[in-house]
C-alpha cells in the first residue's frame, strides 16, 4: 500500500488460531513451531493472546515467537507458564494469558509473522487464539 501522510488508526480486527501438539523444546529455530498470525501490509496490534488445553495437562510452557523474515529464523520473545488442570466435565477449562492487552499492546511490522510453541507435548494440543487489529491510513 502507498504511504501517506494520513494518521493511521487500527482497524479490521481479526481473529487467528492455532493447535501445538508436538513439544517444542529447542529455542533458536523453527521446529515445531506454528505459524498462528501474519500482520498485514501496514502491521498489527496485537490485542490478546490466550491459549486453552484441550485435555488434561501436566504444567507446560507456553511460547511466542516472532519472525519478519517469513518464518525462516523465529526469535523467542515471550513465555508463559499454563498451569496443570484434570480436564472435567464439571469444571472450566483455564485460560492462560500472555498479559498483552488494550493498554500493552504487541506490534508488529508489516508482515511479520507470530509462531507459538509447548514445551510438552500433548496429543490433544492447546489451542492458542490471537486478537489482532490491522493498521489502515485515513480518517477512522
Known amino acids: 500500500m502507498a504511504k501517506s501522510n494520513l494518521a493511521i488508526y487500527t482497524q479490521n480486527k481479526r481473529t487467528s488460531t492455532a493447535i501445538c501438539t508436538a513439544a517444542k523444546t529447542t529455542y533458536n529455530d523453527a521446529a515445531n513451531a506454528v505459524l498462528i498470525h501474519t500482520a498485514g501490509a501496514d502491521g498489527d496490534l496485537v490485542r490478546r493472546i490466550t491459549a486453552v488445553p484441550r485435555a488434561t495437562v ?8 516472532r519472525s519478519t523474515d517469513g518464518g525462516t529464523t523465529l526469535i523467542l520473545c515471550g513465555s508463559v507458564l499454563m498451569p496443570a488442570y484434570t480436564m472435567s466435565q464439571t469444571t472450566a477449562v483455564p485460560v492462560t494469558d500472555f498479559g498483552i492487552n488494550f493498554a500493552q499492546p504487541l506490534g508488529l511490522a508489516p508482515n511479520e509473522r507470530l509462531y507459538v510453541g509447548i514445551g510438552v507435548a500433548l496429543a490433544a494440543g492447546i489451542a492458542f487464539t490471537v486478537e489482532a487489529e490491522g493498521f489502515v491510513a485515513g480518517v477512522p
Open 58 to 65: 501436566t504444567a507446560t510452557q507456553l511460547q511466542l515467537y
